[in-house]
């Protein structure tokens, strides 16, 4: 007997507009027709020439082209991202704010798609998206050369957004401007396909169901999170707030298949009802909710793809920290913002170790969130870090583990977020929290002096050593403008500083950037969380120094601040009267210690940086072929570019190295890591910059979600490469080297290096691998 899984929408609830929806008879009646089938010829097309641009929130006009929902939905002139705002917006997320085509109406959203009279011509006269594209058919971009003055490319442009009755005004005043923007059009065969489905209505066939095995999972899992004692209620309630904003998948299922884990009205069996509230902690309601696994619909993009890995094992491991943990939870904590904005006060029951060793399981996950997660320009997050240091952890339950739960208790308060003040916050409420973050540092600093021996500091046995195979040990963070990447590992040359986190400065993190922080917020909200963000870089650093030589604290800390007397800068703390255990041989405090941080670690610390971190002759990646090690080579005299010589690299950019086997070609990320003399200041960056300083990254693979550019070049010109970038001083300098070596917006080809660094990206990263977004690709 042949399992029926049940129908997609009647578990999960409506996936596509019924205004276009096909039923499965009719969906085979038009393949035997012959009709244009959205999922297998619509869908691919709009991912590869479409999405790359509008997916998550920075969507030109907020038209996400990555499912049938953000098609319907349409566009918009409403801003998300707004620095100036001092009233919060009304939220917009796609299949959360509103279900069906009148409730985007209503939000003021507009359609691209035909919404009049049904026939052929009018599907494409009333269709803003079958116009942009024509738009393009008569205004091709030039095939050489730098795109011109007439595109606008700024990255805070002002958008258009033109409805159907605005389309010829627009047309008249940017002729220039059709879709893809600032890009080559699509291919004849790609418009006629566009274009004849946009003529057949629009229609889309039924999503397939779930196989059953997923469904059976799922029923599984649902089970295990809606459990009814407090205990349960309060663990899942401390997981939820945490995975709310990944894509969860299950382990050894397909690549392609993701969940959200969401609140709904309604229980496991039913059809999901989302509970729409901004943040996972605001108040659900009087009702009954339920924790349900929502399927992930729309096209997977990378900059906000970031996954979480379910398993039996994964389940062990939650009733191991939470379950079979002697402790207990006498009441559950209120939904009021000043309790579950606080997850010091919210989950004050729950066992501090417990929940760290939660965090530290999977730290790659939880801190990409930082990054990743609420939004997709991140630069609350980013403008106060560095383009490129390392992340350890303090060991779980190495350091008076009773009296620091027993301290953080006691002082909740002053651990409280702005969040607690959602978005009523004012423009100078970013005091209050500041004056509570810097309490907490001395009261910190003088915690910590009182527990240590005299004269005995923190040793090698404080930082967490990955439980001997756990590579979420060691990070690496890459910042490049508004976005960033984590990675497994400590990579790249040694950093100017590095950060330590410990369990109270990771659930701050945490309910920050990610649980309490509203993209759709205010000024006043996104400044107490840019401010307060300081605070935590700086619990980190100071935490570090406590492993450095104490005479050499401040010299090292002074390091981090060049020139920033007077600017958002706190007092160093970081135990001066309390030496580090850690032994020194050589005045490299800082490499010395990572080497004895790799050592400790062992296998957690993941394989050697070979390229950048290579001090002899001959350096081998581990498992490289001929060909790789070959490459490695001229990759590792790349890499000892420095300053000036750096000047005619973007901060991103992805190479190609082909090979005498295009089967074989390989993929390097190079990334600038720009120098400042300091990062405590909110605007003026350039004012900051020390480009003299500047270094480069190379990484096998991919690192980031925004190329700015691409090269491809032959193995064997890799030499003359390196010393084109090496040399680029003068304009003409700079156009021997794109033109030969770079791929330009107006190169005709660039769709296809696109398509080709996008299969690579899944070969290379698997499940973790989305679309990488082009509104980045600079015109150089």
């Known amino acids: 007997m042949v399992y029926q899984s049940p129908d997609f929408e009647s578990l999960y609830g409506p996936t596509a507009p019924r205004l276009r929806q096909l039923s499965q008879e009719e969906a085979v009646l038009g393949q035997q027709q012959h009709n244009v089938s959205f999922y297998k010829d619509v869908k691919p097309l709009l991912d590869s020439r479409c999405v790359v641009c509008h997916g998550c929130y920075d969507a030109p006009c907020q038209l996400k082209l990555g499912s049938i929902e953000g098609m319907d939905r349409g566009a918009t002139k409403k801003m998300i991202y707004d620095s100036a705002r001092l009233k919060a917006a009304e939220p917009s997320r796609l299949f959360i704010d509103a279900t069906d085509t009148g409730g985007w109406r209503q939000k003021g959203f507009y359609p691209v798609l035909n919404e009049r009279r049904d026939s052929k011509d009018a599907n494409l006269d009333n269709s803003v998206l079958s116009k942009l594209i024509e738009l393009k058919r008569l205004n091709p971009l030039p095939v050489t050369g730098k795109l011109g003055k007439d595109y606008d490319l700024d990255f805070g442009r002002e958008l258009q957004c033109p409805t159907i009755q605005e389309f010829p005004k627009y047309q008249h005043q940017h002729p220039q401007w059709g879709m893809p923007y600032a890009m080559p059009g699509l291919s004849l065969k790609e418009e006629d396909t566009l274009k004849r489905w946009l003529q057949q209505g629009a ?185 490129q240091f390392w992340v350890l952890f303090t060991q779980p339950g190495q350091f008076y583990p009773k009296k620091v739960a027993k301290a953080l208790a006691d002082n909740n308060r002053i651990l409280g977020l702005p969040g607690e003040e959602a978005d009523q916050i004012g423009l100078f409420g970013f005091t209050k929290y500041d004056d509570f973050g810097k309490q907490y540092l001395k009261m910190k600093d003088t915690f910590i002096n009182l527990l240590l021996a005299k004269n005995q500091g923190f040793g090698l046995d404080n930082i967490w050593n990955g439980d001997g195979d756990n590579q979420n040990a060691a990070l690496t963070i890459f910042r490049h403008f508004d976005s960033a990447t984590v990675t497994k590992g400590l990579i790249g040359d040694t950093p100017l500083t590095a950060w330590v986190v410990d369990y109270p400065i990771f659930e701050r993190l945490h309910y920050l950037l990610v649980a309490g922080f509203n993209v759709y917020g205010t000024a006043g909200h996104q400044i107490a969380s840019r401010t307060y963000m300081d605070i935590l870089r700086q619990d980190g650093e100071d935490t570090l120094l406590r492993f450095m030589p104490a005479m050499q604290r401040q010299a090292i800390y002074n390091s981090w601040h060049r020139g920033s007397t007077g600017l958002r800068v706190f007092d160093a703390l970081f135990s001066i009267g309390h030496e580090t255990q850690v032994k020194y041989q050589t005045s490299d405090y800082k490499k010395e210690f990572f080497n004895q941080v790799r050592q400790r670690l062992g296998r957690a610390a993941g394989e050697v940086d070979s390229i950048n971190q290579c001090r002899q002759d001959t350096c081998v990646r581990a498992n490289a072929t001929p060909i790789q090690q070959q490459v490695d080579t001229e990759m590792r005299k790349l890499a000892t570019l420095k300053g000036i010589q750096l000047g005619a690299l973007p901060e991103m950019s992805l190479l190609r190295v082909k090979t005498d086997n295009p089967a074989a070609d390989l993929v390097y990320t190079l990334l600038i890591d720009k120098a400042y003399s300091n990062i405590s200041k909110m605007l003026s960056e350039g004012s900051r910059r020390l480009p003299e300083n500047d270094r480069l990254t190379v990484v096998p693979g991919f690192i980031g979600s925004y190329p700015n550019f691409f090269f491809s070049v032959e193995k064997n010109r890799l030499g003359e490469f390196v010393n084109k970038i090496q040399g680029a001083r003068t304009e003409s300098d700079l156009e021997q080297l794109y033109s030969q070596f770079g791929i330009r917006r107006t190169n005709p080809d660039i769709w296809h290096y696109s398509d080709w660094f996008n299969e690579q990206h899944k070969k290379y990263r698997g499940i973790q691998a989305g679309l990488l977004d082009m509104s980045r690709y600079e015109n150089i």
């Open 203 to 387: 229609k889309v066939e039924p999503l397939p169901p779930l196989p059953s095995q997923s469904v059976a999972t799922i029923a599984k899992w649902e089970a295990y999170f809606n459990g009814a004692s407090l205990k349960q209620k309060l663990v899942f309630r401390y997981i939820y707030e945490h995975l709310f904003i990944g894509h969860l998948h299950f382990k050894g299922h397909p690549d392609h298949e993701f969940f959200r884990l969401v609140r709904s009205k309604t229980a496991p069996g039913q059809p999901i009802v989302e509970i729409n509230t901004v943040r996972p902690y605001d108040d659900p309601g009087k009702e009954t909710f339920y924790y349900r696994l929502r399927p992930v619909t729309e096209t997977i993009v990378d900059k906000i793809h970031f996954v979480y890995e379910l398993s039996d094992q994964k389940m062990r491991r939650y009733d191991e920290l939470f379950f079979k943990t002697d402790y207990q939870v006498t009441a559950l904590p209120s939904y009021q913002p000043e309790v579950a904005a606080n997850p010091f006060k919210a989950f004050i029951e729950l066992p501090l170790v417990s929940k760290y060793r939660f965090l530290l399981d999977d730290a790659e996950y939880f801190v990409t969130g930082f990054i990743k997660g609420p939004v997709c320009r991140g630069e609350i997050a980013t403008e106060s870090i560095r383009d």
